[in-house]
């Protein structure tokens, strides 16, 4: 592995490295306000990099194939789209501000399914970040290293307040700062590990890769529609929400054009 895709499969985590360190000089709980700021950023980010980063070149990669080109990015959407519905029905977690747990009935401790929600939330762009620069190594013409480093470092952005979202209400619940933290951290780990596989998979069957791209597309938007959407819209005055939803949506977008 290259010097360009170490750092590129490795800066989304640190995003949330960093995110989860917040629990160590900020208050002991996130404010509604706040928490739907940041939901609203993620979701803009994710919602920009699924459309510029990932089925954009899904769509150019299959322009061979004529009026067709938009099928690989269809049936890679959907793929994406019932894998994490599988992995929903099939994981015990709790989404932030919410009492009932999601998944299977018998679950762990409260804490550990909001740990688990997230990390859940992460494989997505896991997967992503793996895609993309899988298409960079192969040499595709629509994949660059910028793109693939806009897309590392937009998710970066959007982990950096999920970590705290992780964190800090960890420590709410009762963790002592340093678990709290380590945990924001772990729940993290799974980008890489998902990118690294995703990059393995990817670079022995590259005729799929625009089914891959727009899998993690579909994956992201899962998580977008069914978790950060409603998050980000709770109760009254939600306009924060959807400012910052906004915001995450252009700076993606900028990054990706500006670098790609």
Known sequence: MNYEV?????????????????VFFMKRKLGLTVQRALTGFAGGVMVAASIWGLIIPATE????????S????????WGGILFLL??????????LNEKKAEGPRSGPAKTTMM??????????????????????????????????????????????????????????????KGRAF?????????????????????GL???AMPYLLSFAAGAMMYVVVEELIPEMS?????????????????LMMAMDVALG
């Open 70 to 77: 938009f099928l690989p990015a269809v049936i890679g959407f």
């Open 205 to 207: 069957i590259i005729p």
């Open 61 to 68: 990669q299959s322009e061979s194939t004529g009026s067709l």
């Open 6 to 22: 170490f750092w590129g499969v490795l800066i989304p985590f640190i995003g949330t490295a960093a995110g989860a360190g917040c």
């Open 115 to 176: 740990v688990l929600a997230v990390t859940l939330h992460n494989i997505p762009e896991g997967m992503a970040v793996g895609v993309v620069y899988a298409g960079y190594l192969s040499g595709s013409a629509e994949i660059t290293a910028g793109g693939a480093l806009a897309l590392s470092l937009g998710i970066a952005i959007q982990n950096f307040p999920e970590g705290a979202i992780v964190s800090m209400p960890l420590h709410a619940e009762g963790k002592n």
């Open 234 to 250: 709770v109760g009254e005055h939600s306009d924060i929400g959807v400012l910052m939803f906004a915001a995450g949506f252009t």
């Open 182 to 202: 380590v945990d924001g951290v772990l729940s993290g780990t799974v980008e890489p590990m998902w990118a690294l596989l995703t990059i393995l998979m990817a």
């Open 86 to 95: 599988f992995l929903d029905r099939i994981i015990p977690h709790l989404h």
